[in-house]
């Protein structure tokens, strides 16, 4: 795979972004924008759930199409292999249908083949559906690396009646990833300013600073009503804070310093704890890694007030409820990668507070 050299210009995210219920019945219309025949690549409990409705709307509309479904991670594999079968089939667009890892792997199996991408997620679980960049693994499912790409998504559509029918643990892991992005843009500053900071990070900066807020007085009340399949305002709010909104704040930055620790953790987490760690879902793995952010953004006065809130969303705390024992082997681990990442400083103070992030967390909150 050759490299991909970023340009200097910024994606905020999808050329078209609808939200609202009975969205699935005019998805074939919003389709046919783009191409007249689809290729959609979906999840197999997502697709159980929207498919009624989403091929009904493709017939009104006379779009053709071809259904794949894929359970597997997204790797430049697989991309590979269903890109071959996309132009095989004579589709000229493509369309994700499920959760974060569909989304990822509907944008890179569509720049594999060429073609442009119209998302469909099916939960709130992260932004994945709206940003320019996929995080791709290896076949066995260890992280692999971040790919950039040089175009936006066609479109992302928003069914509220399928998100209110979402599992409420994925609400809570959206709502903690999207919050991650204020904690983490701080990377190793307990204060942001435009002096110290470039343009774009640190307006990325004040955008997670209202998505934080929002999230933290409206999240619980979106989970209660998730939890009882009911669309209200909280629900949409946080929505499209979580997929929109939080999409946008990652490809202002170009998904790099929207991202530091708490990302990385994730990152050592899938490499080398694979399959300790499967059920785990990314924005659990991201908040309990939050707690090391915080200690290294010297903020650790934030730590109590993250933790209650995580407890009233039945979120894990620890790497040990993420399935990854936490002793000081898999510590010193984690530790080591992070070490080796661009956001841990080479100075004593910085690999000073690292440590001590580590040690907090071996202590078990």
Known sequence: MEKIVLD??????????????????????????????????????????????LLLGFEAAGLDYVVEIYSGPCSFEAAEEYAGKCLAAGCDEVVGVGGGRIMDFSKALAETAGLGTVNIPTSIATCAAFTAMSVMYTPEGAKKTCWRFEHEVDAVLVDMDVIAGCPVRYAAAGILDAMAKRIEIQNGKPVMTLEDNRFDLFTAFRMSEYTYDVLEQYGPQAVEDIRCHKVTKAVEDITFINIAVTGVIANITKSFSQSALGHMMYDGVRTFFTKEAEAALHGEIVAVALFAQLYYNQLEGEMEQLKRFMERLDMPLTLDALGVACNEENLGILEGYLIDSPYVGQDQESLRRLHGAMGMMGARM
């Open 8 to 53: 200097s210009a910024i994606k905020f995210g999808a050329g078209r972004y609808r939200q609202d219920r009975n969205i699935l019945k005019e998805c074939g219309q919003e389709i046919r924008r783009f191409g007249k025949k689809a290729f959609v690549i979906a999840g197999p409990r997502a697709f159980d759930a929207v498919k009624e409705q």
